[in-house]
């Protein structure tokens, strides 16, 4: 007879238009067969990502969900895929066996049914934790490195400031631009943030952005000489003030515009005469974009984090019921570093 199992995994009860609530999720459980059939792989999930573009796909309508595969619509009570380590239970695949650690497309569930052509890698961890398959060498690496080398452009000595600084893609793409010989700035929303940055991460300064109560000033305080690159995370007003500073020929590279996911707050409309004038790049880019530089990626970004020229900064809550609260806090700032929800013992 073949093994069954509960699953429990998370879904959302209705669509979110606005801020997310613990209340609009729900813990689910189905029945699983803990046998592949062919072509099919059972994970067992060890850590799963949590992060800020999944409110986009909850949403009713969101012109991210037609953009591209992986930001599709989220139906209520289905479950949600997410980026994410596990350990092989039973594969229908030739690439995998029993008990091998894969990385890909998980689930914020206990396990997940890969299907045949879901992205699942097998994974041969060097000697560095697990979660950072799920943060600096996972997604939010490949964004910060795709994103600051290849969108930002940078050159030595150049002036970059960088929103939710503290967060998992800002926190590395500060630590790049250090390391590539850059001035860096960032913003983040607590005092706690502010002193890791410049303590633990290096950026030559860092500011609270909830205190200041006119950000172009603060910016041109933090930078009298203006700003060279932009990596704005966050869009909204802290994306109006930057543009506002920038220098001829400076560089925009928009990740994220996290202030505006949950539609309270103002959309950015910078000012087009400053992009027109100083002849400003400003130019939005997705991950994927920059699978091409995987390796580079990797192999550059694993031996600093095994020297320690870079700290990985990771937020773990446990278990699956914490998905929702981990999710939830992205949009309060409660993370330092990549949320991830670690589902099970290695
Ligand atoms: N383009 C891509 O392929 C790609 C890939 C990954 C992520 N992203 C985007 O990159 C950004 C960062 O993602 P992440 O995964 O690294 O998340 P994260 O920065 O680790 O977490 C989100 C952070 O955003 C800040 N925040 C929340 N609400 C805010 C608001 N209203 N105004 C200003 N800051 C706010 C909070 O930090 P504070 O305490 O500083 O407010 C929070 O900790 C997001 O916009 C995300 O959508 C894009």
Redesign the pocket.
């Known amino acids: 007879m073949m093994e069954e199992m509960k699953n429990r995994f998370v879904a959302i009860k209705y669509n979110i238009n606005g801020a997310p609530n613990e209340c609009d999720f729900e813990i689910k459980s189905e029945t699983i067969c803990l046998s592949a059939r062919s072509k099919e792989v059972i994970v067992k999930n060890l850590y799963v990502s949590v992060?800020?573009?999944q409110l986009n796909r909850m949403k009713a309508h969101s012109s991210s969900q037609a953009a591209i595969s992986f930001a599709t619509a989220i139906t209520p009570g289905q479950g949600i895929d997410t980026y994410g380590v596990g350990r092989v239970v039973s594969s229908g695949r030739s690439d995998l066996a029993k008990d091998d650690l894969v990385v890909g497309l998980l689930t914020w569930g206990e396990y997940t049914l890969a299907e045949p052509g879901r992205l699942l890698n097998k994974l041969d961890p060097m000697d560095l934790p697990l979660p950072y398959y799920v943060g600096p060498l996972g997604?939010?690496g490949v964004?910060a490195y795709g994103g600051f080398y290849e969108v930002c452009k940078p050159k030595k000595g150049e002036s970059v400031f960088v929103s939710?600084a503290?967060?998992?893609?800002?926190s590395l793409v500060g630590q790049y631009a250090k390391l590539f010989g850059c001035h860096v700035v960032g913003c983040?929303?607590?005092q706690l943030?502010v002193d890791l940055l410049k303590e633990k991460l290096g950026f030559d300064d860092a500011f609270n952005y909830k205190d200041e109560t006119d950000l172009k000033s603060a910016l041109k305080r933090y930078f009298p000489e203006g700003i060279d690159i932009y990596f704005d995370?966050?869009g909204?007003k802290m994306l109006e003030a930057a543009v506002a500073n920038m220098n001829t020929f400076g560089r925009v590279a928009v990740?994220?515009?996290?202030?505006e996911y949950t539609g309270g707050?103002r959309k950015a409309s910078p000012d087009m005469l400053d992009v027109v004038y100083k002849r400003i790049t400003i130019q939005g880019?997705?991950?994927a974009d920059y699978l091409k530089c995987y390796a580079d990626f990797i192999s550059t970004t694993a031996e600093h984090l095994r020297t320690g020229k870079m700290q990985g900064l990771s937020d773990i809550s446990y278990g699956v019921e914490s998905v929702p609260s981990a999710f939830v806090g992205?949009?309060r700032?409660d993370?330092i570093g990549?949320?991830i929800v670690q589902i099970a013992d290695e």
């Open positions: 992060d800020p573009y997604f939010s964004t939710a503290s967060g998992s893609v800002g983040a929303g607590s943030k995370n966050v909204g990740c994220g515009a996290i202030s707050g880019f997705l991950a992205l949009f700032g993370n990549k949320r």
